[in-house]
């Protein structure tokens, strides 16, 4: 079994800065790449960002330049600052992290998501 615990959402004016946190925990041999997704209302989920275990980074086009992830391997925590923030950013995010488990088999698990909203 692996948990997610996901923080940092919220409410934030147009323009402002907020930074999510996602722990992972569990019967983890190794995570692989982490990630951020989101989903806005009537809307698929989409990509964000991702960053593999080496720290090589990947970004959706909408928040290139805006958004910065990163990652603790020796906390298995995976972050999002996100700053120059815009109403349409809001959505909840969704943490995404791909583990290897003892076992040898691999294991995606999803985060239960936090709620970001961007006033105009």
């Known amino acids: 079994q692996v948990q997610l615990v996901e ?4 409410l934030v004016q147009a323009g402002g800065s907020l930074r999510l946190s996602c722990v ?4 983890i041999f190794r995570i692989n ?7 806005a209302p009537g809307k698929q989920r989409e990509l964000v960002a991702v960053i593999a275990r080496g720290g090589i980074t ?4 909408s928040v290139k330049g805006r958004f910065t992830i990163s990652r603790d391997n020796a906390g298995n925590t995976v972050y999002l600052q996100m700053n120059s923030l815009k109403p ?8 995404n992290v791909n ?3 003892y076992s040898g088999r691999d294991l995606e698990v999803w985060g239960q998501g936090t709620l970001v909203t961007v006033s105009s």
């Open 33 to 39: 790449h982490m990630g951020w997704y989101r989903q």
């Open 99 to 101: 583990t290897l488990q």
């Open 7 to 10: 923080s940092g959402g919220g």
């Open 24 to 27: 992972a925990s569990g019967s």
């Open 88 to 95: 349409e950013d809001t959505a909840v995010y969704y943490c």
């Open 58 to 61: 990947n970004y959706a086009d």
